[in-house]
Structure formats: C-alpha cells, structure tokens
C-alpha cells in the first residue's frame, strides 16, 4: 500500500551548521506534501508545504525539494539552532484520498551546542 | 498558539472509568480530526468530521466515541480504556478535506496524554 517513510530516524547536527532531512514516498500521485515540526510534549506544527507542480519551495531559514522523478523529498534546515530540536514528520496527500494525510515515522533531530 | 485548544492536557484514568477529551478550533475550519501519537510509530488517523458528520471511522474500536455537537468542537468519549490506549491523543482541523490541493492543511491542537492505569 502507499506510505511516507523517512530514511533517517536520527539526525544529529553542530548548531550553526545546514540540516537536511529526508523524505520517501511510494504514491506516485500524491500531489501535495507538508513537512511538521513536533517538539516534545507538543502537537504538530506546520513548517512548509509544497505542490507536486513545484520542485522547490523557500521559507524563512527552511526549504523543501520535491523530486518526483525519485518520489523523494526533503527539508533543509539553514543555520541549525538549538531551537529546530524536535521531531520532523513529512506527511502526504493523493486522490482518492477524501483529503486525507499520510505521516511517515518522523526523524529527530538534535542540535549539539 | 495554533487555533485548535485541547483539554485537558493530561488525563489518568483506570480501566473502569469514563473521561472524555475536549478540541475547540478557533480557525474556522470545517473539518476537525481525531489522531492517536504512540511511541515510535506514525501518526494514526481514527477520525475525521466533515461539517459535523462523521466521514470516517478507522476501524477504531468502540470504546473510542467521537462527538461533533457543532463544527468548532470535538470531543473523544473514553470508556473501559485498555492500558495500551495510553498515548497522547491529538486533534485538528482543516480548511475542509475535498481533493482540491491546497485546501487541506490540517492544523494541530498541542495534544492531550493518557494514561491507563
């Protein structure tokens, strides 16, 4: 069956330094993506989403990149801060999916000081 | 803050006893949802309300009952709970959940634990 899964289950970084957390999906048709930030002892909060008529997407110190040709896609993390400790989910939506999400495992990510 | 209110944020409770979990959206959202956070595993879905009616039903065993009185609130009714419910339980709400791309970002309140001694 189609699922989201993430390559990685831990990722640690130097603070300062550029995170990149990756993202594989098996629906080929899946046409939109979002990435969740989850820090402990919270919800899921909203980083970045982007269409699959989109390779690239910016945000404020984050980016996504969607390869459809690889169903892989990942979050870039610019100038890691101690704060962007959390767990990463990306999550998909297809159709026939009624809207739906799909969420993969998570990764965690740690910042050394 | 999110938009979406949980109450409360942590509840224990025994196995004979009935609780219920409380979700306000302040977003104006028509479609609200029920998901279940264990350790290690992925987000589980058990629920979605469209304009209050019950869409969907993920093979959630009964013991579980969702109420939709209105489309700003949620509630989760818990009875004869087994000790393997115990998770943080999470609520959201979306825009609406049709097919139309990005109309479906689903927005999370910040979790209620439990625990089921």
């Known amino acids: 069956g189609e699922s989201v899964g993430l390559h990685l289950p831990t990722l640690s970084v130097q603070e300062g330094d550029n995170s990149i957390i990756n993202c594989a999906y098996s629906n080929s048709a899946s046409d939109y993506f979002i990435w969740y930030k989850q820090e402990s002892g919270k919800g899921p909060q909203f980083i970045i989403d982007?269409?699959?008529?989109?390779d690239k997407r910016q945000g404020q110190r984050v980016t996504v990149l969607l390869n459809k040709t690889v169903k892989h896609l990942s979050l870039q993390i610019a100038a890691t801060q101690p704060g962007d400790s959390a767990v990463y989910f990306c999550a998909e939506i297809g159709p026939n999916q009624g809207g739906k999400l799909i969420f993969g495992q998570g990764t965690e990510l740690s910042v050394k000081p | 803050e999110t938009g979406v209110t949980q109450t409360p944020r942590h509840l224990v409770m025994g196995m004979t006893n009935k609780k219920s979990l409380k979700c306000e959206q302040h977003?104006?959202?028509?479609?609200m949802y029920w998901y279940k956070q264990s350790a290690k595993k992925p987000l589980e879905l058990m629920f979605v309300y469209s304009l209050e009616e019950r869409v969907e039903n993920n093979s959630v065993p009964s013991r579980f009952s969702p109420e939709c009185p209105n489309s700003s609130h949620l509630f989760l009714h818990l009875h004869t709970l087994q000790p393997e419910d115990s998770a943080l339980y999470l609520c959201a709400s979306s825009q609406d959940m049709g097919d139309r791309m990005g109309g479906n970002t689903i927005y999370f309140g910040e979790g209620s634990w439990l625990t089921v001694v």
């Open positions: 982007i269409r699959s008529n989109m």
């Open positions: 977003l104006g959202h028509n479609a």
